[in-house]
């Protein structure tokens, strides 16, 4: 149908002409009341919204010389933190001359990362800003 017949057609109706899908070839529009169409519009897209799945980030502190004691129990949290679906940044933090031992923390991060192979990936490699060095791990997809 032509673009003007489809017009004179939604005037009669007392409607509107509304595009639906302008990237088809011919474009394909409906004759529906705009404001009603707004309407649904915007529920659809507030629903699509509120059933999306919403990502953490929850932070593990290390220092240097973390205890192996103290590494497993921060360990077991980032596992669960994994599997409930959050992201896990690990981070060690250097205070004052600590900053020497920068290999120490870094051997400490791949340790942690590897210990979470099978829950988590590594989305970035241990980085050093500042006075931190930073790991960020994402969770598996469920299968």
Not at 61 to 70: K, L, M, N, S, V
Not at 73 to 80: E, T
Not at 103 to 120: D, M, N, P, S, V
């Amino acid at each position: 149908m032509t673009r003007e017949d489809a017009l004179r057609l939604a005037e009669q109706m007392g409607l509107d002409l509304v595009e639906i899908s302008p990237d088809a070839n011919p474009p394909v529009c409906k004759i529906v009341d705009y404001s009603k169409f707004l309407y649904q519009l915007k529920k659809k897209l507030k629903e699509q919204k509120a059933n999306s799945v919403k990502t953490q980030v929850k932070e593990i502190r290390f220092g240097p010389q973390t205890d192996d004691h103290d590494f497993e129990f921060k360990l077991n949290h980032a596992k669960k933190f994994l599997q409930d679906g959050d992201k896990v940044r690990a981070y060690v933090f250097f205070k004052g001359r600590q900053i020497l031992f920068k290999e120490q923390g870094e051997i400490l991060l791949l340790k942690f990362a590897t210990q979470l192979e099978e829950f988590g990936k590594v989305d970035q490699m241990p980085v050093l800003e500042g006075k931190k060095m930073i790991i960020l791990m994402s969770p598996l997809k469920k299968k």
